[in-house]
């Protein structure tokens, strides 16, 4: 399974965060799955790819040539694909993964996350989306997004369009069970009313 994952790329967080990312990626590698992310060599993108690597499994790093300089990028990929913007890369990582899976992260995640869960709300695609809630990191989006469904700005059916884990292996689970499903977009906007 070609797994996409969004994460930090800052390596002033935590060290707890870069474990526990770490040794989801070392899990992703044992289990055969491959690793597709932005290529960042920092971070929680980082932590990622070396437990990938460290697990045996496959590496494809995929960011715009800009970001091509000294210690921004992941040098052990098995593929690299350089994209002009960051808007193609968002598109590949989209087009090329079977499922996603959100660890920590900042704005740029929080972006990604949320257009591949707007998209899977519209019917756009049918794959997996996972939180890796890491040391309790996204106990707050998910009060968000919970108060978003009971003051009636999402449907209650949008639960269960993502799922999150504070374990690897849970979250591994939930993926390679996953059957890809398209959601009814009326279901998911509460199209005519409750």
């Known amino acids: 399974m070609v ?85 193609q890369r968002k598109q590949i990582l989209e087009e090329r993964a079977d499922a996603f899976v959100a660890v920590p992260g900042g704005i740029g995640t929080f972006d990604e996350f949320f257009e591949i869960l707007t998209l899977k709300q519209l019917g756009r695609h049918g794959k997996a989306i996972a939180l890796f809630n890491a040391e309790d990191y996204y106990v707050p989006l998910l009060a968000l997004l919970e108060n978003s469904i009971e003051k009636g700005f999402l449907s209650e059916t949008c639960r ?30 509460n199209i005519g009313g409750k």
Not at 22 to 42: I, N, P, Q, S, Y
Not at 63 to 83: I, K, M, Q, R, W
Not at 166 to 186: G, K, S, T
Request: proline share 5%.
């Open 3 to 87: 797994i996409c994952l969004y994460g930090a790329s800052s390596s002033e967080i935590d060290p707890a965060y870069v474990r526990a990312v770490e040794a989801l990626g070392r899990e992703m590698g044992k289990r055969g799955h491959t690793l597709l992310f932005g290529g960042g060599d920092r971070g929680l993108m980082g932590a990622a790819a070396r437990g990938c690597k460290a697990g045996g499994g496959r590496i494809v790093g995929v960011a715009p040539s800009f970001f091509n300089v000294d210690g921004v990028l992941y040098p052990h990929c098995d593929e690299f694909v350089y994209t002009d913007t960051m808007r």
């Open 160 to 189: 269960a369009l993502w799922a999150d884990f504070r374990e690897p292996a849970a979250l591994l689970d939930y993926l390679e069970a996953y059957v890809p499903r398209v959601p009814d977009i009326a279901e998911m906007k």
